[in-house]
């Protein structure tokens, strides 16, 4: 007589695991995902806020780099590293004071865009996160 035994062991997924596997599967899926009211109007907060501070710190990046490789030409003309026949340390000095002042003028420049760009979209972002948190 033979024994026919049959083992079989089952584990369930983790409430982790499973939510990792349906965000896995949401990706690789070919059908359109269905998504919830929820999952859209974070969406939708997260791409505005994005398009509140995204073009603010491009523009401060700018205007710092900008500001930070004036100060470095004036200080260049100043200290006569070019080896001109040309006397530029006033050009230099000048040249260095608007690269400061501009360096210091892009927080101040930074923080206007951005409450003006805050301002614009304040109406739409309160009535999603509203509508989102079931706020009256």
Do not use: H, W
């Not at 026919?4 to 990792?20: G, L, N, V």
């Amino acid at each position: 007589m033979s024994e026919d035994k049959f083992d079989y062991t089952y584990s369930a997924p983790t409430e982790a695991e499973r939510i990792e596997a349906e965000e896995i599967r949401r990706r690789y899926s070919l059908e359109k995902s269905v998504k919830t009211s929820e999952e859209n109007a974070i969406e939708k907060l997260r791409a505005l806020d994005k398009r509140v501070k995204f073009p603010v710190q491009f523009l401060a990046a700018v205007l710092g780099i900008l500001g930070t490789l004036m100060l470095g030409v004036g200080m260049c003309f100043a200290m006569n590293v070019f080896e001109l026949k040309v006397n530029l340390v006033p050009l230099g000095v000048v040249v260095g004071l608007a690269g400061i002042a501009l360096v210091i003028a892009d927080y101040f420049i930074y923080k206007a865009v951005l409450n003006a760009r805050k301002k614009k979209y304040a109406d739409e972002i309160l009535s999603i996160t509203d509508k989102f948190l079931n706020v009256k």
